[in-house]
């Protein structure tokens, strides 16, 4: 029975809040949700977003919007999904997105109201959509942790502030547990919360999203390498670590090397106390 990809499209869209766009040999065909901006964000970042050639990925532009592409393995049928802020739409937010299509400060109200529109949803939230949808369309049963891995690490949930309080203490709940588990070496328990859904999404701390990344990734480092020293790996070689690992994130220009890099500096740092415990007999 041939499946009908609108159908799928317009459900996905009206389901999730999200926009979807159908494409037949990345070729668009439609546009799928109530509200539209033109030119549309996510035919603007089309060669960026079909760049990956997996069934399930996502792209991060620098101005923090993500999107999601699909693909059906037995025909040359895809689905992009996006925008999504992953930071609060505002007026300035909105400003830089407009200086960077070429589009004119005056429509920033205009594209405020979209971008508001369309629900805020974490990077792993976001992506388990596609796993589900991967799984009724290509019968895959693939992970959040799956696709962040992708030939690499899986990428932590970095510690993030929340403008909601409950947000606020489940997010630094988990910052502590992830402490917890490099001080005790726990390089399972890592790997576990790293595959685990987020909630929230990360306080700005920069105007672009590599310098956002890069940011979290500095942060990410004084913490984690503290912990690694109550765990009792030497100060110096924890210090040591960390200036490689925020060094090495300076000479990278894509925001998802920069949390790969990250989530391999967490789990480096908690195999290591992991081998000094186990020398240790602790």
Request: charged share 25%; net charge negative; with cysteine.
């Amino acid at each position: 029975m041939a499946v009908d990809y609108d159908y799928m499209a317009a459900t996905l869209s009206t389901l999730s809040g999200i926009p979807v766009r159908l494409y037949r040999e990345e070729r668009f065909q439609k546009l799928f949700h109530p509200n539209k901006f033109k030119p549309d964000l996510a035919i603007l970042e089309e060669k960026n977003i079909f760049r990956s050639s997996e069934t399930v990925s996502f792209y991060l532009t620098e101005q923090f919007l993500l999107f999601g592409l699909f693909r059906v393995k037995e025909e040359p049928v895809s689905f992009i999904l996006g925008p999504v802020p992953q930071v609060t739409a505002d007026r300035t937010r909105a400003r830089d997105i407009l200086r960077a299509i070429g589009e004119p400060m005056s429509r920033d109200t205009e594209l405020l109201n979209y971008l508001r529109a369309i629900p805020g949803y974490p990077l792993r939230n976001f992506l388990q959509i596609l796993c589900t949808f991967d799984y009724f369309i290509n019968g895959e049963k693939k992970s959040v942790g799956d696709i962040l891995l992708t030939g690499d690490e899986p990428m932590p949930s970095p510690p993030a502030a929340e403008t909601d309080e409950t947000q606020n203490h489940n997010t630094y709940d988990m910052e502590q547990e992830l402490l917890s588990n490099v001080e005790l070496g726990r390089t399972d328990a890592i790997r576990a919360m790293m595959k685990a859904p987020s909630a929230g999404r990360a306080g700005t701390m920069a105007h672009d999203a590599l310098r956002q990344q890069k940011n979290i990734l500095v942060c990410t480092a004084t913490l984690v390498s503290r912990a690694a020293i109550r765990g009792g790996m030497p100060t110096e070689d924890a210090l040591a670590l960390s200036d490689f690992y925020i060094q090495r994130s300076e000479l990278l220009n894509d925001c998802v090397a920069v949390m790969r890099l990250q989530a391999g500096m967490v789990l480096d740092f908690t195999e290591k106390v992991e081998r000094l415990r186990s020398l240790g007999g602790t």
